[in-house]
């Protein structure tokens, strides 16, 4: 019977360990550092023998295959030792894939996959349809698979989980973009990390299908170097494609080997260029699972985004917040921003990996009245922007740079939190982040 280590003690770590333990096989945990209570008391409750606070090298070594969480990196030093002993370190989701009772959806992209996830989530439950949701967002997928079973699994997948796979095939892939994003992950290459998201279709076959943005310059450059064998769906908002889905004339349009589908994109409830990228990609695999137009049309127009996503706030003496603390590159502000419709006081930074803020130049310029800097660094902020806005200012605290901005604003103006960086220099994550931001809009 394989003996297996679980490295990490948190979601994913937590629900592969549960699922190991259902199929009968000798499972250890070993955490580095203490393990949140929350997760202490669900291997406590099943049984499962842990560490924290280090690792037990000789223990860990003598597993027949490490499950490692996504957070750990391959040049971490237990799993060089693991790869160089011939151990097979795999990830959390791919464990659950070979126990999976049902097909898989699979979503990737360096932005907007949460939303999509959700997006597509919502669709197929308001259709009747029995699907579970987890991977990188809510439920670990090990943890969905050993509570039940489902029709189908639709899985946000991140390229840490996604470099862990080995068997993990999708019946259908989404691949939403991909900006340079982690690459210190990845040596520094950018080739290196569009190969880890095309990995989520490397197990495809002519059966599957793979939805792909056809706009995007490095997904169709990956199409190139890694070849999928699966049926391809590319969607566009830039022209009309006759196949899969497209934007025109303020309509999307899907075209599957259904009925075609079209929808105005004032009807769409996430609004924004992005989203209706967001809103095709959703669709198109909602209408390949065969859900009736009149089903998306109206899951379409009525899905709640995300918290932390663009999520507005409250509006005070006439001034909107907005929280979009889950924008933690470059990129994704840009979709904050290229989406505002009044002038923007920006609350950005936090911990930056080499941003090059170029690419938001021209936005800042259009939409931004003042910055207020929310991060201990804010060197690169400060030599990109300083010069081309009005008011500039630091802050060390969610409640400062709440007040900061609403200062600086105007009757009718956007304070926009899209911090364009990771949030660890202050904060526990981009959630603790948001929820600090809208608690010191409340108290406004």
Request: hydrophobic share 45%.
């Amino acid at each position: 019977m394989r003996s297996l280590v679980v490295l990490g003690a948190q979601e994913s770590g937590v629900g592969a360990a549960v699922l190991a333990q259902k199929l009968g096989l000798p499972v250890f945990v070993s955490d580095g550092a203490a393990i949140k209570p929350q997760y202490r008391d669900v291997l406590v409750a099943h049984g499962i023998p842990f560490e924290e606070g280090g690792h037990s090298a000789a223990r860990v070594l003598s597993a027949d295959e490490v499950v490692k969480s996504p957070g750990i990196p391959d040049t971490a030093a237990l799993v060089a030792a693991a790869h160089a002993r011939g151990i097979p370190v795999i990830s959390e989701v791919e464990l659950a894939a070979r126990h999976a009772n049902a097909p898989i959806v699979a979503i990737t992209g360096s932005n907007g996959k949460t939303t999509t996830t959700l997006l597509l989530h919502h669709i197929l439950t308001a259709a009747g349809i029995d699907a579970g949701l987890g991977g990188n967002v809510g439920r670990s997928f090990a943890g969905l698979v050993a509570e039940r079973d489902h029709a189908l699994y639709v899985l946000e997948l991140s390229s840490f989980q996604l470099d862990g796979i080995r068997t993990l095939r999708p019946h259908v892939a989404v691949l939403l973009n991909i900006t340079p994003d982690h690459l210190d992950r990845y040596g520094d290459r950018m080739e290196n990390y569009v190969a880890s998201k095309f990995r989520i279709a490397m197990n495809m076959t002519g059966d599957d299908h793979f939805i792909h943005c056809a706009d995007d310059p490095e997904v169709m450059r990956g199409i190139d170097l890694h070849p999928v064998r699966a049926q391809r769906w590319p969607f566009s908002i830039q022209r009309p494609l006759g196949r899969g889905g497209w934007l025109d004339d303020a309509h999307i349009h899907i075209h599957t080997d259904q009925n075609p589908f079209r929808m105005s994109i004032h009807e769409l409830a996430l609004q924004g260029r992005h989203n209706v990228y967001n809103s095709l990609a959703a669709g198109i695999a909602a209408r390949i699972l065969e859900v009736r137009s009149e089903a998306l049309r109206e899951s379409l127009s009525d899905f709640q985004n995300v918290e932390h996503r663009l999520e507005r706030v409250a509006t005070v003496h006439g001034v909107t917040f907005i929280n979009d603390s889950k924008a933690t590159n470059v990129n994704s502000a840009w979709y904050a921003l290229e989406s505002m419709d009044r002038p923007v006081v920006w609350i950005a930074g936090g911990e930056e990996h080499g941003n090059d803020y170029t690419q938001l130049l021209p936005l800042v310029k259009e939409k931004v009245k003042a910055i207020v800097c929310l991060g201990r660094d804010n060197g690169r902020l400060r030599d990109a922007f300083a010069t081309v806005v009005k008011d500039f200012v630091e802050t060390g605290s969610a409640e400062h740079a709440v007040q900061a901005a609403y200062a600086l604003a105007d009757e009718g103006d956007t304070v926009l939190l899209s911090p364009a960086c990771k949030s660890f220099d202050l904060f526990e994550n981009y959630e603790d982040r948001g929820r600090r931001f809208k608690a010191a809009v409340r108290s406004l």
